[in-house]
């Protein structure tokens, strides 16, 4: 599947009150898709109902969370626009708030996908603050600092109990009923440049993982790939994507 048809969705948590941006949402919504396409409920809800609406609804770790539309990349471009329109309104982002991307695997063994994220989980928090690079919300599945004295083998058995967690920083929690794997490591965001780079990665890194033999990647050692490795390997050529990575990772 190419990944600018790879369905996904995006949960953007904000530290401002339902109260307060529901008009907001509802009225950026609106200038930009000229419909109301809104879901606003006060309380915590599944967000696979209505899945052709933004969701706005209540978050347990912060205010609240909103939510796009099952969309693909196609669609982007206006998925920006509403989160443009939101920073200028003064929506707050803060500390406490996060940016999950859910992506279709729909055509992917998760084993393959869990492999992958082993091999490269080091290097991509790396681009992340260090609040995010694990914690009650945000679980690693590698909990080892040494250099290429373990390889992926030795963790993948655990890693596949823990990523059934909902908390985990790559998690499998509603793969069984929506075939999606989730991507909790970014912080919470209404930057359209980071809301485009990371879900292009995360597009990036399912595609690649359908690609690859799990059975060679568990033999590789952990924690002893570079950030211009995984971009070579994984096979990013978007030099937007690069140069975001890059200046992140610095």
Request: with cysteine; proline share 3%.
């Amino acid at each position: 599947m190419n990944i600018l048809n790879r369905p996904f969705g995006c949960e953007i948590e904000i530290s401002t009150d339902f109260e307060d941006v529901s008009p907001i949402l509802k009225n950026a919504i609106k200038e930009v898709y000229q419909k109301p396409l809104l879901y606003a409920k006060n309380a915590s809800f599944d967000s696979c109902i209505k899945t052709n609406k933004w969701h706005l609804k209540d978050d347990v770790t912060t205010m609240s969370e909103i939510c796009t539309p099952i969309s693909t990349f196609k669609d982007m471009k206006n998925i920006c626009k509403v989160a443009k329109a939101l920073v200028q309104k003064d929506v707050k982002i803060t500390n406490s708030d996060s940016f999950h991307v859910h992506v279709s695997a729909s055509d992917v063994d998760p084993k393959n996908i869990l492999a992958c994220w082993l091999q490269y989980e080091s290097v991509i928090k790396s681009c992340f603050p260090k609040r995010r690079r694990k914690g009650e919300y945000c679980t690693e599945l590698i909990n080892y600092r040494g250099k290429s004295k373990k390889n992926i083998a030795q963790f993948l058995i655990q890693a596949i109990d823990d990523s059934e967690c909902h908390f985990s920083i790559m998690s499998f929690a509603h793969y069984s009923k929506r075939k999606t794997v989730e991507f909790r490591v970014s912080e919470g965001t209404l930057d359209p440049d980071h809301i485009r780079n990371w879900v292009k990665f995360c597009l990036y890194f399912v595609n690649y993982s359908k690609r690859v033999d799990p059975l060679m990647l568990v033999c590789d050692s952990v924690n002893n790939k570079t950030l211009s490795e995984m971009i070579l390997e994984i096979g990013i050529k978007d030099q937007e994507l690069i140069q975001w990575l890059r200046i992140r990772e610095n």
